[in-house]
């Protein structure tokens, strides 16, 4: 079935794929963003600020699904003006896009909004699904990045939309070749820096952008499915097994390790938080694999030998 898509922070990394994986599938896409741009491949780009209600709005009522993946990224310092924007970013849209359906004659049927990982504690070791963190209500991460994922989820999860099925996708690192953070681990590794970093302890949490794009067409279409849902694949890896398959994946057979008070100046250098490589972070798709979806890469040896090679378009 053709479905009319609204993409809200549809021009960065994950909202660019998806879009590209959308529009394959005959879908219909429009993009919500602060800078409009004219496209030739079928997608439409439409203004709004990610703060008031605009000519927009009228796009959200009637469409089949919304995605919200608006956000300012979380790699840059720390800084009071930076936390601002980054909880306001997030936060901001997504109560106003509530508010916009909550005024619909014919709201979406499922809204999914992106949400993080990052709401889960960084510092244990024990790995944790959607229901563990449920059951326990230590397991929620302390902090900043912690406190604005949990305001980000109420946004949604309070938002007065009643017939939408709302869906948090909390997401951890997407792992693709066009962006994000896999583009850096390449060059680092093909410089022989893919050492562990801080002692190689602490977990990753990761995903293939393949089995990103597949579960966020899972979850549109498994009516089931609402609430919090993990993106992540079901393995995840100590930072040290990480760069260890990264070398190898790049046939490198060296990689210096970075101690944790290098990796604190390279950060301040870089404008940069150190917590972004230094936390752990060891989550489960419980949901996900409850409700039967299967992942194309569920090892992060695979998923980095398909990144590594050559692409065919
Ligand atoms: N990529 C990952 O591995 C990952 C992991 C966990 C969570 N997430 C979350 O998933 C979402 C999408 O990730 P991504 O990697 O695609 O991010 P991205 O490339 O940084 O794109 C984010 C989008 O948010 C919009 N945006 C940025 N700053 C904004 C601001 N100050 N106010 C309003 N809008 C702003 C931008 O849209 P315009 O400039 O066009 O308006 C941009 O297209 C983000 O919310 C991110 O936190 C991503």
């Known amino acids: 079935m053709n479905l009319r898509i609204i993409l809200a922070g549809g021009s960065g990394f994950l909202g660019t794929e998806l879009t590209r994986h959308l529009l394959a599938q005959k879908h219909s896409v429009a993009i919500l963003t602060r800078s409009p741009r004219l496209r030739t491949d079928g997608a439409t780009e439409t203004f709004w600020d990610a703060k008031s209600p605009g000519p927009w709005t009228s796009l959200v009522d009637g469409a089949d699904v919304l995605v919200n993946l ?24 997504t109560r106003l896009l509530g508010e916009v359906i909550a005024g619909c004659v014919r709201p979406p049927r499922v809204w999914l909004n992106a949400s993080s990982a990052a709401i889960y504690p960084s510092d244990t070791q024990q790995p944790v699904d ?28 309070g938002a007065p939309a009643p017939k939408t099925r709302k869906v948090a996708l909390r997401i951890t690192l997407v792992l693709g070749r066009n962006g994000g953070v896999f583009p850096v681990l390449r060059r680092l590794a093909r410089f022989g820096l893919a050492g562990s970093l801080g002692g190689g302890m602490q977990y990753v949490s990761w995903i293939h952008l393949a089995d990103f794009l597949r579960a966020v ?38 990689g210096l390790p970075a101690t944790d008070w290098m990796i604190r100046v390279g950060a301040f250098l870089l404008r940069t938080e150190p917590g972004l490589l230094l936390e752990s972070s060891r989550v ?27 692409s065919v378009s």
């Open 284 to 310: 489960l798709p419980g949901r996900l694999l409850a409700s039967g979806f299967e992942f194309q890469y569920p090892e992060l040896s695979e998923a980095l030998s398909d990144l590594l090679r050559p």
């Open 217 to 254: 067409d899972w979850i549109m279409t498994r009516t089931t499915l609402d609430g919090p849902v993990n993106l992540a694949a079901p393995n995840p890896v100590r930072n040290s097994e990480q760069m260890r398959a990264l070398r190898a994946a790049c046939s490198m057979p060296i």
């Open 130 to 157: 959607e229901a563990a963190a449920l059951a326990e209500p230590v397991l929620v991460r302390a902090g900043f990045l912690g406190e604005v994922t949990r305001q980000w989820e109420l946004a949604l999860f």
């Open 70 to 93: 608006t956000g300012r990224p979380v790699n840059c310092r720390h800084t009071e003006a930076n936390r601002a924007l980054l909880m306001s970013s997030r936060v901001d849209s």
